[in-house]
């Protein structure tokens, strides 16, 4: 029986969407295949790795009927990526689903679809927000790169999700440095009214930056109790939220520095990258000594060699000596796009407030280290 038939780039695409998520290795074997639902000339392509959820639809199918069946995501991924352009058939018959272009026929075999786990979605949703998917975008970006990977504080593996009225807050810490970015919503979110704060796993944030696109069309965010939903384009994407409470981000970002200078981001960007030639892969250390109009930016390593910078500045403030993990540097500034960058300090002790001159909507927070 005959499932779809289209051109392979009809195809490929609705898979490549899915597939980002399968697990080759998963304790459940049907996990690594994708639940394709046919009704009449509707097709859905469904994937999950329990946590997640990934659905999108193509309108290539044949025939009148409905069928359901998985078969392995990365095979028949695979398959396409390796055929050359042209007409491609699934067809179905006795458990085994042929993949046919021109002279070339896969047989796969395929797992019931009854057996598939999807994940239940939330029946009521606490608030609602629709914005551009390049604005979404652009608020990931800013964080995504602050949260951490595997710590045992298992609610900063992600990124918070604030929903204020008309401002969308996002904020990602590792314990060690915090990014934080707001975006002004044209519409109040539609829902309860109060404040709704999340915690996205930090899988769903880099899926999520691998489907957006830099475009005007809408994504609208879902929130319930325990689930997000996305929607957007052709994709409706569904995950589980982090239990636990996230930091007090406010009382993390410091208030009323008067140490502060603007600094050209590319030329503070390329002296940290030379500097950090020197530094160690464990000690990523580098010390920036302040003066009035200079910032000299030093490392050094077990073999004592030493790297030094010079970078003239408008500065009249205290002199400080102070250190820093420059990877946590050169990670917000290789992230923004302003010509500028804000620095403000402290003392030596207090955390680096780093901005863009005349924008309220981002702020990076990040600890300094003993050098």
């Known amino acids: 029986m005959q499932l779809v038939k289209t051109s392979r780039d009809n195809l490929l695409r609705p898979l490549q969407i899915v597939s980002g998520i399968v697990e080759r290795r998963h304790t459940l074997p049907i996990l690594a295949n994708l639940l394709i639902r046919k009704s009449g000339a509707n097709v859905s392509f469904l994937s999950t790795d329990i946590e997640i959820q990934i659905t999108t639809h193509a309108e290539c199918g044949v025939g009148s009927d409905d069928v359901a069946t998985t078969v392995a995501a990365r095979k028949l991924l695979d398959i396409l990526r390796a055929m050359p352009d042209g007409d491609v058939a699934l067809s179905l018959s006795d458990k085994r689903m042929t993949v046919q272009s021109g002279k070339s026929r896969f047989a796969l075999q395929t797992l019931a679809a009854e057996e598939f786990p999807t994940v239940a979605e939330a029946t009521e949703f606490n608030a609602s927000v629709t914005l551009p998917q390049k604005t979404f975008k652009h608020l990931l970006a800013m964080v995504h790169f602050a949260m951490a990977q595997q710590d045992i504080r298992y609610y900063l593996n992600g990124m918070l999700l604030v929903v204020d009225g008309k401002k969308l807050m996002a904020v990602a810490t590792d314990g060690h440095r915090l990014a934080y ?95 950090a030639i020197l530094t160690t892969d464990k000690f990523k250390g580098v010390r920036c000594i302040l003066d009035t109009h200079t910032l000299k930016i030093s490392s050094t390593n077990a073999d004592q060699e030493e790297a030094q910078e010079e970078l003239e500045l408008d500065y009249s403030g205290d002199a400080l000596d102070i250190g820093f993990n420059v990877t946590y540097l050169l990670d917000v500034l290789g992230n923004l796009k302003s010509e500028q960058v804000q620095v403000s300090l402290g003392d030596s002790n207090s955390s680096a407030l780093i901005t863009v001159p005349e924008d309220d909507n981002f702020k990076y927070v990040v600890m300094p280290m003993r050098i």
């Open 181 to 275: 970015c707001a975006v002004e919503l044209e519409q109040e979110a539609a829902g309860a009214g109060a404040r709704q704060e999340v915690i996205i796993p930090r899988k769903t944030i880099l899926e999520l930056q691998r489907l957006l696109e830099d475009n005007d069309d809408p994504v609208q965010v879902q929130l319930a109790a325990n689930q997000i939903k996305f929607t957007f384009a052709n994709v409706e994407l569904i995950s589980k939220l982090v239990e636990g409470k996230f930091p007090d981000f406010q009382r993390v970002i410091p208030k009323g520095y008067k140490n502060a200078f603007a600094i050209d981001r590319i030329k503070l960007q390329q002296a940290l990258q030379r500097t």
